[in-house]
């Protein structure tokens, strides 16, 4: 890609957001410190277009192999600000039809209209936010993030603005005024710190994954990827690993993600897009699930 291109034009080619003037990613000298033998060190950014076409892979990956690794999430700080006047954007309504692209590539509801109805002028505030929720509790923290991109790419919700932010720390779980203490008095910090280990390991674009080993050999997985191009990685750093069985039923789906896309769904339960999208709506029919219908896709949740 340019060296001047904007970041928040992602190349659905090679499934990546990319920040302009960095260099290539460095593999060495990660360790995993965990009980697990191996760390998935993971550079995203809450407004990451990509990072949200990666979800389905993810997903599935805890779900296959996750009590072989641990999972460390970091913010990358992929729009500083709106200080850029090249690769074909010089203001947020540019991102608005790139976005709607971007989600057909991967099959992900994605609604650009955010960039013109309410634009973000940074990725810095719920960058801070995830650290603030990191500081309460990282499972709650990762599905903090989770409702943060949903209220962006689907609800069209500015998420630098707190009573997005709020609602996302209570849909967690989270404590919101904890939340906002932590965000106010020292999680800015810890995100500095992210960005500091960011630039220091060679993180250019995101998703950018690091698989590492006890030993500290490390695998690099840049940009969406088949969900094979990750097994491959893992079993090349641990060869004795074996995909996990789970319960693949809609019951048990939803009991471990509390939302699912139609094409996540598809991808969990083993079946085509179009076989999921019927099954879902068959769910909704029967009054067991609910829908948040978008012109580019669906996202369930399950109904209390």
Same mark, same amino acid.
């Given at each position: 890609?340019?060296?001047?291109?904007?970041p928040l034009i992602c190349d659905p080619a090679t499934g990546v957001c990319e920040m302009p003037?960095?260099?290539?990613?460095?593999?060495?000298?990660?360790?995993?410190?965990?009980?697990?033998?191996?760390?998935? =060190?993971?550079?995203?950014?809450?407004?990451?277009?990509?990072?949200?076409?990666?979800?389905?892979?993810?997903?599935?990956?805890?779900?296959?192999?996750?009590?072989?690794?641990?999972?460390?999430?970091?913010?990358?700080?992929?729009?500083?600000?709106?200080?850029?006047?090249?690769?074909?954007?010089?203001?947020?309504?540019?991102?608005?039809?790139?976005?709607?692209?971007?989600?057909?590539?991967?099959?992900?509801?994605?609604?650009?209209?955010?960039?013109?109805?309410?634009?973000?002028?940074?990725?810095?505030?719920?960058?801070?936010?995830?650290?603030?929720?990191?500081?309460?509790?990282?499972?709650?923290?990762?599905?903090?993030?989770?409702?943060?991109?949903?209220?962006?790419?689907?609800?069209?919700?500015?998420?630098?603005?707190?009573?997005?932010?709020?609602?996302?720390?209570?849909?967690?779980?989270?404590?919101?005024?904890?939340?906002?203490?932590?965000?106010?008095? =020292?999680?800015?910090?810890?995100?500095?710190?992210?960005?500091?280990?960011?630039?220091?390991?060679?993180?250019?674009?995101?998703?950018?994954?690091?698989?590492?080993?006890?030993?500290?050999?490390?695998?690099?997985?840049?940009?969406?990827?088949?969900?094979?191009?990750?097994?491959?990685?893992?079993?090349?750093?641990?060869?004795?690993?074996?995909?996990?069985?789970?319960?693949?039923?809609?019951?048990?789906?939803?009991?471990?993600?509390?939302?699912?896309?139609?094409?996540?769904?598809?991808?969990?339960?083993?079946?085509?897009?179009?076989?999921?999208?019927?099954?879902?709506?068959?769910?909704?029919?029967?009054?067991?699930?609910?829908?948040?219908?978008?012109?580019?896709?669906?996202?369930?949740?399950?109904?209390?």
């Amino acid at each position: 890609m340019e060296g001047n291109k904007n970041p928040l034009i992602c190349d659905p080619a090679t499934g990546v957001c990319e920040m302009p003037g960095m260099q290539p990613a460095q593999t060495g000298n990660i360790q995993s410190t965990e009980e697990k033998p191996l760390t998935i =060190t993971y550079f995203t950014d809450p407004i990451c277009s990509s990072c949200w076409g990666i979800e389905p892979q993810l997903r599935k990956l805890k779900l296959e192999f996750g009590k072989y690794i641990k999972f460390n999430y970091h913010m990358g700080g992929l729009l500083p600000d709106w200080s850029y006047n090249s690769g074909g954007i010089s203001k947020p309504s540019d991102v608005a039809h790139h976005w709607d692209e971007v989600s057909i590539h991967y099959n992900m509801p994605i609604i650009g209209d955010v960039w013109l109805e309410d634009p973000l002028p940074s990725s810095y505030p719920p960058s801070i936010a995830f650290k603030a929720a990191q500081l309460q509790d990282e499972q709650k923290a990762i599905a903090f993030l989770r409702a943060s991109r949903e209220m962006l790419f689907l609800q069209k919700k500015n998420i630098t603005r707190w009573e997005h932010l709020s609602d996302a720390a209570v849909t967690a779980g989270l404590d919101p005024a904890r939340l906002k203490t932590d965000y106010e008095q =020292t999680a800015e910090v810890l995100f500095q710190k992210d960005l500091e280990l960011a630039r220091s390991m060679g993180v250019r674009g995101f998703p950018s994954i690091f698989i590492s080993d006890k030993n500290g050999q490390t695998e690099f997985v840049y940009g969406v990827k088949p969900y094979e191009v990750y097994i491959k990685a893992i079993t090349k750093l641990l060869p004795a690993a074996v995909k996990g069985s789970y319960e693949k039923s809609w019951e048990a789906l939803f009991g471990v993600f509390p939302s699912l896309t139609t094409r996540e769904f598809a991808e969990l339960s083993e079946i085509t897009v179009e076989a999921a999208a019927a099954a879902l709506g068959q769910l909704k029919q029967a009054g067991t699930l609910m829908q948040l219908n978008t012109r580019n896709g669906d996202l369930w949740q399950k109904l209390k």
